[in-house]
């Protein structure tokens, strides 16, 4: 104790030093009776306050604490979720939690989505910060740059023109083979599957001198927009009916298309060299959609041909020509030049190329020209034999070249003044489409708030009656599933789905592919996302695209060269070629239906009667045994089983044990009778049913029918 006690003081005496004048700062009796080592404790618990050192008071400054500045956040307009998160310096996951329970459609808010003002300034003050208003930039109001068809020519400088014909009607008609004949050509033998894919626009030049333009349009349902086109852009149809086949889907939907776009039909019945032809019967089905021949009382010529041996084909032309004359059709070939892209399509020598309807003016080399957001000068022309000429007039198809971007077919052709002007017009119709965009877009995004903030009023009614501490649990509740992580962070749905890239010929092609996939409605079973669609070969893009998405590729009537086939092996990314488009889509469908989970049927492998019941004793346990008489098929002991009393199922599982008489058998078959015991203990009645079956898996098939 002795020694302990020294150390003590020794350690005091040695702190001392660091103490000065103790009994100066607080010169208290009490500090005298305390232990000699108490008082550094003591000094260190005393309060500051008064002291008596020299009269002075001795205080300690309390520690400033600075005010922490809140963020400032520029904010405008109609911000989207990833622009505020930015201007405010954040990942897009804060503005999700600042926004949580409030009115705020979480499920749709996308990065896009546009945010209103409230809704700003709400996640702005939930995250601790404060708001300013950007300054807002002046917009000048944009001139219309846009140019128009020119005003109606005078009559005086009219000339005659060649007729546009466009031959319509049901796929297998004999549409291509009635234009093969006229132009004595050998189109039909070169079309995939025997049938017209997209449009095709030749010249015609009949013996007696008189030039027609036809146009042949695809019969197949796939390719109803392009008819569509077709009507509008011609002056006569000959609407092509098989006598052996009558008025078929297609043939009606081409009178339609005709009446729309009012032009006149000629029908020409085709087929008619066949034993079973029955003219007179389909002049009678067209009765039906107002198609009254002239022999029945109406207007509409009616020729009886056969395109395949060429019989009546000059009275068709004839019949052409005087209706033509009727018409009186003329155009302007002075000033600046009109014209209708019929197809469009990308050439690997030549680049953008475009099948044209020249409607008005002379169009030449080098001229400039504005079809939608595209433009060119022209480089080359070739008419529909593939020949390079200089120029071309009213009522005459035309290919050109020199586009800098493929244009949409069904775009009209209009000739400008310079190249700036060109560019002029394609800057603002593409702004002018941007605005619409947004415009359509604010729509819609107006429309999902009110409808969403409807839902949240009716829920807050609903709550209306609770404390609000119950509300706040409810709410939570709700919501948890919502936030159970970050948007970010959450895992990728386990929903079926399959990505295309498709590429085709021509933008027609690639047009008619869309509308058919427009029509996909099993989405339930397998989500359709399209990727990317285009017109040209497979590129090395496609295959980055295809890797990116986990998606296939399918080419219509396109290439894809060795080393882009090498690419798209060694990425494993699936290429799909075609040249016919229902087997496009007939295999689209089965690799649809490869996505989904195969099917499970059952199949009866036998049945039996249990006959008498008993108990086997098997080491230490009892175990049910039921005597049975196979009635149908036969009990395999490796297949599944199943118990059932009367409708009730009582057990399904395996067998433990399959005998007869005495021996362990695997199979019994009609007529035999056995002893068995299942998987589970179950007591058997007399009269139940032991079922033996199988079950085989069988691939879905997607229930999407696109029509044909």
């Known amino acids: ?21 103790i009994a100066a700062v607080c010169p208290s009796t009490a500090w005298a009776h305390m232990p000699p080592y108490a008082h550094h404790a003591r000094y260190l618990a005393v309060k500051q306050g008064r002291g008596h050192n020299n009269g002075q008071k001795t205080s300690v400054k309390p520690l400033k604490v600075e005010k922490q500045e809140k963020q400032e956040v520029e904010i405008k307009q109609s911000m989207s979720v990833s622009e505020l998160a930015q201007a405010m310096n954040k990942d897009i996951d804060h503005v999700y939690e600042a926004l949580l329970n409030t009115s705020v459609d979480l499920e749709h808010l996308e990065p896009n989505t546009i945010l209103g003002e409230k809704w700003i300034k709400e996640a702005i003050k939930r995250c601790g910060m404060k708001y300013k208003w950007a300054k807002m930039v002046e917009n000048k109001v944009r001139e219309n740059k846009d140019i128009q068809r020119q005003p109606p020519p005078d009559p005086a400088r009219l000339v005659n023109r060649p007729p546009v014909v466009t031959i319509m009607g049901h796929v297998d008609h004999g549409k291509t083979t009635l234009l093969d004949s006229l132009r004595k050509s050998q189109i039909a033998a070169q079309e995939a599957g025997g049938i017209t894919q997209h449009i095709g626009a030749f010249l015609v030049q009949l013996p007696s001198g008189e030039m027609i333009t036809f146009l042949d349009t695809p019969g197949h349902a796939a390719f109803s927009a392009m008819r569509a086109r077709g009507a509008l852009i011609t002056d006569i149809i000959i609407l092509v009916v098989a006598a052996d086949d009558g008025v078929m889907n297609q043939t009606i939907e081409s009178i339609q298309h005709a009446k729309k776009a009012k032009v006149p039909i000629i029908v020409a019945v085709n087929k008619c060299d066949k034993p079973q032809a029955d003219p007179k019967k389909v002049k009678r089905d067209l009765l039906a959609h107002d198609v009254v021949c002239e022999e029945l009382g109406g207007d509409v010529q009616a020729i009886h041909i056969s395109a395949l041996q060429g019989e009546n084909l000059l009275e068709l032309a004839e019949a052409i020509v005087a209706l033509a004359e009727v018409l009186e059709l003329k155009a302007d070939p002075l000033g600046l030049t009109e014209g209708t892209v019929i197809e469009s399509r ?8 475009t099948t044209a309807i020249i409607q008005r003016g002379i169009l030449k080399k080098g001229c400039i020209l504005v079809a939608g957001k595209a433009w060119a000068k022209v480089r080359l022309l070739f008419d529909v034999s593939n020949q390079a000429v200089a120029e071309v007039g009213p009522g005459t198809p035309v290919e050109i070249v020199g586009w800098k971007e493929l244009p949409s077919v069904g775009e009209e052709i209009l000739e400008v003044e310079s190249e700036q002007r060109a560019r002029e017009v394609v800057e603002w119709r593409t702004y002018m489409e941007e605005q619409n965009k947004l415009k359509e877009d604010q729509r819609v995004i107006v429309a999902n708030q009110k409808q969403h903030q409807e839902s949240y009023k009716k829920e807050r009614e609903r709550l209306a009656h609770l404390s609000w501490k119950q509300r706040k649990a409810v709410l939570y509740r709700a919501n948890k599933h919502r936030m159970a992580c970050r948007p970010s962070e959450r895992a990728e749905t386990e929903e079926l789905s399959l990505s295309l890239i498709i590429k085709g010929d021509v933008e027609g092609s690639v047009e008619a592919i869309l509308n058919i996939l427009e029509s996909y409605d099993a989405d339930k079973q397998c989500q359709l996302n399209i990727v990317h669609f285009g017109v040209g070969d497979i590129s090395e893009n496609d295959i980055n695209l295809a890797e990116a998405f986990s998606g296939t590729i399918y080419g219509f009537n396109v290439a894809a060269n060795k080393s882009i086939q090498d690419i798209a092996a060694k990425k494993q990314i ?11 889509i007939d295999d689209l469908k089965e690799e649809l239906g490869s996505k989904l989970p195969p099917t499970t049927e059952e199949k009866i492998i036998g049945e ?54 005495k021996d362990d058998v695997q199979i019994v078959k009609t007529g035999m009778e056995c002893g068995l015991s299942l998987d589970k203990v179950i007591e058997f009645n007399v009269g139940d049913e032991i079922i033996c079956y199988e079950e085989i898996e069988k691939p879905q098939r997607i229930s999407w029918d696109p029509g044909f």
């Open 608 to 661: 039996a009667s249990v006959l008498a019941t008993f108990d086997v004793t098997v080491g230490k346990k009892k175990v049910p045994v039921a005597g049975c008489r196979i009635q149908k098929g036969q009990l395999d002991k490796k297949m599944k089983f199943r118990l059932t009393r009367g409708k009730e199922i009582l057990w399904e599982g395996s067998l433990t044990a399959l005998k007869h008489h």
């Open 574 to 584: 699936p290429l799909k070629m075609h040249r016919v488009i229902y087997h496009l």
């Open 1 to 21: 104790m002795k020694r302990m006690a020294v150390l003590i003081r020794q350690a005091l005496s040695a702190s001392r030093h660091d103490i000065p004048n």
């Open 346 to 353: 990308t050439d690997k020598g030549k680049g953008p190329v």
